[in-house]
């Protein structure tokens, strides 16, 4: 018996409570290739019995097979074979299935090849009979990288499948029509400009353009450049070096920088004060920029994507933004449309933004009523989906049931609600709704409610149980 295959007979008993409690719960595929059957045969039986899944093949052609047919994750390969050289296959296997890592073992170990293999792309370098201790912690690491890997992956998926355009919801010709413009110009490296009112859904519709891009794997960032003075504005966007400015201990990176290789996204950028605006139009037409304090250029890779809930033509007429920069950020623009122009969506979005609030608290609320639902339609929505979306979370704080109601929205909905749909020459609505504005004039104090009214707190009392005000 060789003198490997004897040393490899040691080593199972030795390793495998280590090694058990490094490999990952989700069983791992491994393929062994190995010319020589019985030493294959003996470490397919160690591997196996540390959790591993091993499929073993003598030959680079059947190997080749597998991998076309098998979810392989690790390959452990012999470097002298009859019919190649697993050096050289390393290559191969990396360039074709970049995910799988290759960990070579040899009878005959050099310097030279240790050095190509990992050069290649393979994960570690063995020489049998000298190394057969190490086979499974290596394989622990190598099996802890894979399982890394893919989660990365997944969790890569998870958030491609979160900012898709899916989760833009709607049916009116409105906001149909913007989706359908992302979707023409998200692969595209053009730099797009989302106009409308604050709260409609700007930077969603930038998320779902850069994540339906080639884009997608690099960064997405994003700034709001309404929430820094101009000198801040630039730091943050294009980076200091140190001693640019008092405070400035060290250098530090832009967020031009951070977004390279990815998309930016410049929110408001109406509020760019115009003295910054030539840098950032420099960087689109040359890919070049200065940090704040620094000589030398540096180089951009990265696409844009501004919003605005301001009209720019009026702001290069009132000189306060550039003509040459806005063309150049309005190559593709697209209108996103205010809640109020379609609101045969707010019944969908209130339900979705229902269910996610739901899980949120613990609470079983499955519906909203025709009337809570009649009041959302009529409110004119100034904040947009915003708006929608913090009403929903408190209307589902306040609901006890599992529908909710219209006394559970803010009251000057529901003041809305019975002044456009109750017959105001009822004595009692006329009554319940007057009731209604003084609580919400006093933020729902009862008792100075009951003082504006001139009645007393039990008679309030018994009123709000008459009309059903909680």
């Known amino acids: 018996m060789p003198l490997s295959v004897r040393k490899f007979g040691s080593i199972g008993k030795k390793y495998s409570s280590f090694a058990k409690s490094l490999i990952p719960e989700t069983v791992v595929n491994i393929l062994l290739i190995d010319d020589e059957e019985k030493l294959r045969s003996l470490l397919k039986r160690i591997i196996s019995l540390e959790g591993y899944k091993v499929t073993d093949i003598g030959t680079l052609a059947g190997a080749n097979k597998i991998l076309e047919t098998q979810n392989i994750e690790i390959v452990l390969c012999d470097v002298k074979l009859a019919d190649g050289n697993g050096v050289d296959y390393v290559k191969s296997i990396k360039t074709k299935y970049p995910a799988i890592e290759v960990i070579l073992l040899t009878a005959y170990g050099n310097i030279h090849d240790g050095v190509q293999a990992i050069k290649n792309g393979a994960f570690d370098y063995l020489v049998k009979g000298d190394d057969n201790d190490k086979i499974i912690p290596i394989l622990s690491r190598a099996s802890e990288k894979v399982a890394l890997e893919n989660r990365v992956k997944r969790l890569e998926k998870e958030l491609g499948n979160q900012f898709n355009f899916d989760i833009i919801i709607g049916n009116s010709n409105l906001i149909q029509n913007a989706v359908q413009l992302a979707k023409k110009v998200a692969p595209t490296d053009a730099p797009v400009l989302l106009t409308g009112e604050t ?164 609470k079983t609320i499955k519906a909203i009523s025709p009337e809570a639902n009649e009041a959302l339609i009529n409110n004119s929505w100034k904040g947009n989906v915003r708006e929608l979306k913090n009403v929903i979370e408190r209307a589902v704080i306040m609901e006890d049931g599992q529908e909710l109601q219209l006394d559970s929205l803010p009251l000057d909905m529901q003041h809305c609600n019975l002044a456009n749909n109750l017959p105001a020459f009822h004595l009692a609505t006329v009554e319940r709704l007057h009731i209604l504005k003084i609580l919400h004039y006093t933020n729902g104090n009862k008792t100075e409610t009951a003082r504006l009214l001139d009645i007393g707190l039990a008679t309030l009392y018994r009123k709000l149980e008459e009309y059903g005000i909680k």
Not at 219 to 248: I, P, R, Y
Not at 296 to 325: C, G, P, V, W
């Open 199 to 362: 709260g409609t859904g700007k930077e969603v519709f930038a998320q779902a353009i850069h994540y339906n891009s080639a884009r997608a794997n690099q960064s997405f960032v994003a700034l709001n450049c309404s929430a820094f003075s101009k000198d801040l504005l630039e730091s943050e966007l294009f980076g200091h070096k140190a001693g640019a400015f008092t405070g400035a201990n060290k250098d530090k990176k832009g967020l031009v920088e951070e977004a390279r290789g990815g998309t930016l996204f410049l929110d408001e950028i109406g509020e760019m004060p115009l003295d910054l605006q030539p840098k950032l139009l420099r960087l689109l037409e040359n890919g070049t920029y200065l940090r704040v304090g620094d000589t030398k250029e540096q180089k951009a890779n990265l696409r844009l994507i501004a919003a605005t809930n301001r009209d720019l033509q009026q702001e290069i007429e009132l000189k306060h933004f550039r003509s040459d920069l806005y063309y150049r950020i309005a190559v593709f623009s697209i209108e996103l449309p205010s809640l109020r122009d379609r609101k045969k969506d707010i019944p969908k979005l209130a339900a979705h933004f229902l269910e996610i609030y739901s899980a949120k608290t613990n």
